[in-house]
């Protein structure tokens, strides 16, 4: 920043992990008062919510759909790995829009303004009932708020926690062929649950390739889309003879 000879204020909030003495030519850090957090960082207002929506989106489509597969609530929570997580946090993060980060800087009073930014994406509007219905599971959506708000009080810092960065080298074995492949498909994929178990399988061999791990979720979160679009198409309006059964 010297040798573009930039000059920022850097705002922070009162958190032990943020120093107070710093010597710093280009940056003018500047610490929001005691006990304001909620009201005036730009990220409590609504951005860290947007980021969690999107990341328990996430979440809850892939539990839906691993839960008829599965037969215990421990087993379901495992089908989440440690990169299944890294790879729903980048997601989540790249779906918050540049607006949400606007308005909340708006709302946090460092614009005079008073204008918001509209943020809506249609894709993302789809009711998380239908998927609990989809799957004939229980009806999630009253729940869906305290859902989101689960972690607001937990404890996101400690002075005293040591953590330990393991460092996995393993390659993946890739082996070469001469064979040319052939072009006949014996056994075509036919439905989304055919495609999304072979993308299963493509992920366990791209697990220590995040690049390629994350581009082979985008394509298994596309084919859930869309397998969920479809269910959607074929639900049909309840008759009313359907709730009253003879005697």
């Not at 299963?200 to 969920?228: G, M, T, Y």
Request: charged share 30%.
């Amino acid at each position: 920043m010297r040798v573009q000879n930039r000059e920022i204020v850097l705002f922070l909030d009162n958190a032990t992990s943020h120093p107070r003495e710093l010597n710093l030519t280009n940056i003018n850090i500047v610490f929001l008062p005691p006990n304001t957090t909620t009201a005036i960082q730009p990220l409590d207002q609504e951005v860290i919510q947007n980021f969690k929506i999107f990341y328990r989106t996430l979440l809850l489509k892939h539990l839906l759909r691993k839960i008829d597969t599965t037969r215990s609530a421990s087993e379901l929570a495992k089908s989440i790995n440690v990169l299944e997580a890294v790879y729903f946090l980048k997601t989540s993060w790249d779906k918050v829009k540049a607006t949400t980060i606007q308005n909340g800087f708006c709302k946090a009073g460092f614009s005079k303004s008073n204008e918001s930014f509209s943020d809506f994406d249609p894709e993302d509007d789809i009711p998380l009932a239908l998927y609990a219905k989809f799957q004939e599971g229980p009806d999630l959506a009253n729940d869906f708020d305290d859902f989101l708000k689960i972690d607001r009080n937990v404890c996101t810092e400690d002075n005293n926690i040591e953590i330990e960065f393991e460092e996995h080298n393993d390659k993946m074995d890739i082996s070469d062929s001469d064979e040319e492949p052939n072009e006949e498909i014996s056994d075509p994929i036919t439905s989304y649950d055919d495609s999304l178990t072979l993308v299963a399988r493509l992920k366990q061999f791209a697990k220590n390739d995040f690049v390629a791990f994350q581009h082979i979720k985008n394509i298994e979160s596309h084919f859930e889309n869309e397998h969920f679009k479809l269910k959607q198409s074929m639900l049909k309006q309840s008759i009313i003879t359907k709730f009253f059964q003879p005697k």
